[in-house]
């Protein structure tokens, strides 16, 4: 008893020194985002120990946490939810059930969470799936892949472009009463790396038919070769997402071994011959002025070889696909957070698709969090994440 009195007690001193981190000032409802941080940041803290003294691994405990929030699927008036499969990979579908004389748009999501964390079962993507479903009449799949560290690149890949590829048949499209010309892939943080892979893939690959009509990505994590971007720089501590953090579960996509986390985090990674690959992240020519803030631009480190060539991947980082790779994005929308180290990736994304003519509606979220979408029910519910829902709906309203 003694000894779970000091553990309680000594969660309560980090968790009280973690909730007077500053938060920007700008943000809305600081104090439940201040909240949601220490937790983040409390958990992140006692991760780190429980690991260092091989307990239990850090993704471990943060999956037993958000395992907490799992949802069943339950269908209502309006829509028929219900747990499958797509060619064995697991999906959840959102059926609407009133009448239409029309074929119905249809929108594939994928879920974020660094690619060891989430799923479609999460109150928070639950709720917003349900509501896509239900607001354009849609049928809505989102897709549940495996996850790392159990399940490394490119196998997380390869769940969602099974699904995908299943889902885009004639008569698989025929039988749920959706229009082929109205389909959009869309996802967010890692979901939105996610989704913007399957965009170049499906686009540029004649064995698809069927083509996306659009991609939605709300503040995407697009590329691991340059992890000093100024946002990653601005925001490295939170809120919510921190960085060191972000790059040790990352990289268990790629591998368990430490070293790659390490050097990732010292942004030592890139090996010489993705010199050329760089200048697709330069954020010195493609970040807009504001985002700079008059910072020097200084070449990024590059080692003489990497264990993991799958780091120069644009599967793994869209934004090393190349401009012809690009040229077939089809129209997109991209929702980008201030406070967010992954704020950059979406703003450089943005840049380049406009530079080669395409069609790029973009929402900044000037006090915006990364995850608060997910943020939108009890007990996490957070204003801006309910502002963002309903930009990213009216966006796919008016254009899917």
Not at 11 to 29: G, H, L, M, R, T
Not at 357 to 365: P, T
């Amino acid at each position: 008893m003694a000894y779970r009195a000091l553990c309680f007690g000594l969660i309560c001193v980090i968790f009280a020194y973690y909730i007077y981190a500053p938060i920007p000032e700008n943000v809305e409802e600081p104090w439940k985002v201040g909240f949601i941080d220490a937790a983040v940041k409390t958990t992140s803290f006692l991760c780190m120990l429980t690991e260092n003294m091989g307990l239990i691994r850090q993704d471990q405990v943060f999956s037993t946490f958000v395992k907490v929030d799992y949802t069943s699927p339950v269908s209502d008036s309006n829509i028929t939810v219900t747990d499958t499969t797509f060619d064995g990979i697991p999906v959840r579908l959102y059926l609407p059930k009133r009448k239409s004389d029309n074929k119905r748009p249809a929108v594939i999501y994928t879920h974020g969470g660094a690619y060891v964390l989430g799923s479609f079962k999460l109150r928070g993507y639950n709720f917003l799936n349900r509501e896509t479903a239900n607001t354009l009449d849609a049928v809505v799949v989102a897709v549940d892949y495996r996850l790392s560290p159990e399940y490394h690149f490119p196998i997380p890949i390869e769940d969602v472009i099974s699904a995908v590829k299943f889902f885009l048949q004639d008569e698989i499209l025929e039988a749920y009463g959706v229009d082929p010309t109205r389909i959009c892939i869309s996802g967010d943080s890692s979901g939105g790396a996610l989704a913007a892979a399957m965009t170049h893939l499906v686009q540029n690959d004649a064995e698809f038919k069927n083509k996306f009509k659009a991609q939605a990505l709300l503040y995407p994590g697009l590329q691991i070769a340059d992890l000093a971007l100024p946002s990653y720089q601005d925001y490295a501590n939170g809120p919510i997402l921190l960085r060191k953090m972000a790059i040790e579960l990352g990289s268990l996509f790629i591998t368990k071994d430490k070293a790659l986390s390490q050097a990732m985090i010292l942004n030592k990674h890139m090996p010489l011959e993705s010199r050329h690959l760089l200048t697709r992240v330069n954020w010195s020519t493609l970040l807009p002025e504001k985002y700079r803030k008059n910072r020097l631009y200084t070449q990024q480190v590059l080692i003489s070889n990497s264990s993991y060539p799958q780091i120069l991947n644009s599967t793994l980082s869209p934004l090393l696909a190349s401009d012809s790779q690009l040229q077939n994005v089809p129209l997109t929308y991209v929702l980008t957070c201030e406070h967010d180290i992954l704020r950059d990736d979406g703003l450089i994304y943005i840049a380049r698709l406009r530079n080669l003519g395409l069609n790029v509606s973009h929402d900044h979220i000037e006090d915006g969090v990364h995850a608060a979408l997910s943020l939108t029910r009890f007990p996490f519910y957070l204003r801006v994440g309910m502002r963002m829902k309903d930009k990213y709906l009216r966006w796919l309203k008016e254009n899917l």
